[in-house]
C-alpha cells in the first residue's frame, strides 16, 4: 500500500527500498567534472547518513540507508552516463520498485546556473543523455528527477550567442575551484530536498525548494 504524501504522486509502500540514483560517468577522470554532479550528489547524502557507497550490485555501487523511516538505496550507476537506464532498469529488477513511486534520479543540467537546482516529477531529456537512457528503458518520462544546475553565470550576449550550451567539452573538464566551492553549497541544498522528498512528497518539496531556486531560466 502506496504512503500518502501531500504530492499528487505516492511514494510507494515502505516494504521496497526508495531508489536514489545519481548519474555521472566512472572513474577519476571525471571526478569533480560538471557532468558528474549527480554522482557528488549521492556521495553528499551518504556522508550525511554515515554509510559509503562501495557495494557492488546491479551495476551500479551502492549503499544503504534509512531516511525518513524509509529504506533507501543510493547508487551511482558503473556503466557510463549514456548507458545509466540499464543500471536503473536492474535496480528496479533487483528490488522490485515501483518507478513511478520509489524512483529518484540526479542529474547535472547546463540549462539551470550553476548554484540552483530544480526538482521535476517528468519531463524530456532535454539533451541530457543519462535522462535519455532512463527515459528508453522505462518507456516513458514519468519519473522524477532532480537538476542540478551546472551553466555558467554567463553574460546576456553570451547566452545570446548560445555559450550557455558550452557543450561535452565543459561538462568532461574538472571545474574551477571556485565553481566547486558554489556546487558544493548546493549540495547540502540537494540532500536536504532529497529527504524532503521522502518526508513531504515531491510535489510539497518542489514547492518548498523550487521557489528558492530564483536565478535559474524559466523551466523549458
Known amino acids: 500500500m502506496a504512503e500518502a504524501t501531500e504530492s499528487g504522486r505516492q511514494i510507494g509502500s515502505r516494504g521496497s527500498p526508495f531508489l536514489v540514483v545519481g548519474l555521472g560517468n566512472p572513474g577519476p577522470e571525471y571526478l569533480w567534472t560538471p557532468h558528474n554532479a549527480g554522482f557528488m ?3 553528499r547524502i551518504a556522508q550525511q547518513e554515515g554509510v559509503v557507497v562501495q557495494n557492488r550490485r546491479c551495476r551500479a555501487v551502492t549503499a544503504t540507508c534509512r531516511i525518513a523511516g524509509r529504506e533507501v ?19 528496479i529488477r533487483e528490488f522490485e520498485a515501483d518507478p513511478a513511486k520509489d524512483l529518484l534520479v540526479i542529474h547535472d543540467e547546463l540549462d539551470l546556473t ?32 532532480l537538476r542540478i544546475g551546472v551553466g555558467l553565470d554567463l553574460p546576456p550576449e553570451a547566452i545570446a550567442a548560445g555559450g ?15 565553481d566547486l566551492a558554489v556546487l558544493d553549497e548546493v549540495l547540502d541544498r540537494v540532500a536536504t530536498a532529497t529527504r524532503r522528498i521522502l518526508e513531504v512528497g515531491p510535489a510539497a518539496a518542489m514547492n518548498e525548494f523550487n521557489r528558492r531556486e530564483r536565478n535559474s531560466p524559466a523551466e523549458e
Open 114 to 145: 550553476l548554484g540552483t537546482f530544480k526538482i521535476r516529477e517528468r519531463g524530456s531529456p532535454a539533451g541530457h543523455n543519462g535522462a535519455r537512457s532512463v527515459t528508453g528503458v522505462l518507456g516513458n518520462q514519468e519519473w522524477l528527477r
Open 41 to 43: 550528489a549521492i556521495d
Open 73 to 91: 538505496v543510493l547508487a551511482k550507476p558503473e556503466t557510463f552516463m549514456n548507458l545509466s537506464g540499464l543500471a536503473v532498469a536492474a535496480l
Open 164 to 178: 550557455r550550451r558550452l557543450g561535452r567539452d565543459y561538462l568532461l573538464s574538472p571545474m574551477r575551484k571556485a
